[in-house]
Antibody, heavy 114, light 107 residues
Framework: EMQLVESGGGLIQPGGSLRLSCAASGLTVSTNYMSWVRQAPGKGLEWVSVIYTGGDTYYADSVKGRFTISRDNSKNTLYLEMNSLRAEDTAVYYC????????WGQGTLVTVSS | DIQMTQSPSSLSASVGDRVTITCRASQGISNSLAWYQQTPGKAPKLLLYAASRLESGVPSRFSGSGSGTDYTLTISSLQPEDFATYYCQQYYRTSWTFGQGTKVEIK
């Protein structure tokens, strides 16, 4: 059974940094398109970033230059490095697989507040 | 970026009703469209991909149609477990984008 488990969320001050992890089981991160999607409290879904199987990465304009997606093939884990965090980055962050996102984690909450 | 305009933003319906949700893209997306269902506190669940292909395990009362810029999700006979929020998503071109969501509530 495929499973994605996010971790690393928490309360962080504006301007701070955080790294989210997404541990995969039952699927191989390096052979799948892997994305991060976020959802601010009470709001809709927002795609954040994707890493393709070949390593190409893409970002939403709202996070470009501040967030970095990466993966560790040996750990079968996806990451999202988040810098210069803003209040508007407060959200539940999900990792998900594929173009049509057919497998999601449970999400991890990031709260940016002083 | 491709903008996805979803309508209505909310609707009230009864069990057994036929429900239709539409999604319009700001440019053609060649059926690169997915539909998701989300209940409170849970991750979204994929219902359909490639505009009309049903994800494994999803009930056949869910169907999708459309082409070019205009797409539709139909629930043929609404069941109690279908009261949720539904999102469309285009994956034709990065940045991928979601519709604003449609909340289906009990009448």
């Amino acid at each position: 059974e495929m499973q994605l488990v996010e971790s690393g969320g928490g309360l962080i001050q504006p301007g701070g940094s955080l790294r989210l992890s997404c541990a995969a089981s039952g699927l191989t991160v390096s052979t799948n398109y892997m994305s991060w999607v976020r959802q601010a409290p009470g709001k809709g879904l927002e795609w954040v970033s994707v890493i393709y199987t070949g390593g190409d990465t893409y970002y939403a304009d709202s996070v470009k230059g501040r967030f970095t997606i990466s993966r560790d093939n040996s750990k079968n884990t996806l990451y999202l490095e988040m810098n210069s965090l803003r209040a508007e980055d407060t959200a539940v962050y999900y990792c998900a697989r594929n173009l049509a996102l057919d497998c999601w984690g449970q999400g991890t909450l990031v709260t940016v507040s002083s | 970026d491709i903008q996805m305009t979803q309508s209505p933003s909310s609707l009230s319906a009864s069990v057994g009703d036929r429900v239709t949700i539409t999604c319009r893209a700001s440019q053609g997306i060649s059926n690169s469209l997915a539909w998701y269902q989300q209940t409170p506190g849970k991750a979204p669940k994929l219902l359909l991909y490639a505009a009309s292909r049903l994800e494994s395990g999803v009930p056949s009362r869910f169907s999708g149609s459309g082409s070019g810029t205009d797409y539709t999700l139909t629930i043929s006979s609404l069941q109690p477990e279908d009261f949720a929020t539904y999102y469309c998503q285009q994956y034709y071109r990065t940045s991928w984008t979601f519709g604003q969501g449609t909340k289906v509530e009990i009448k």
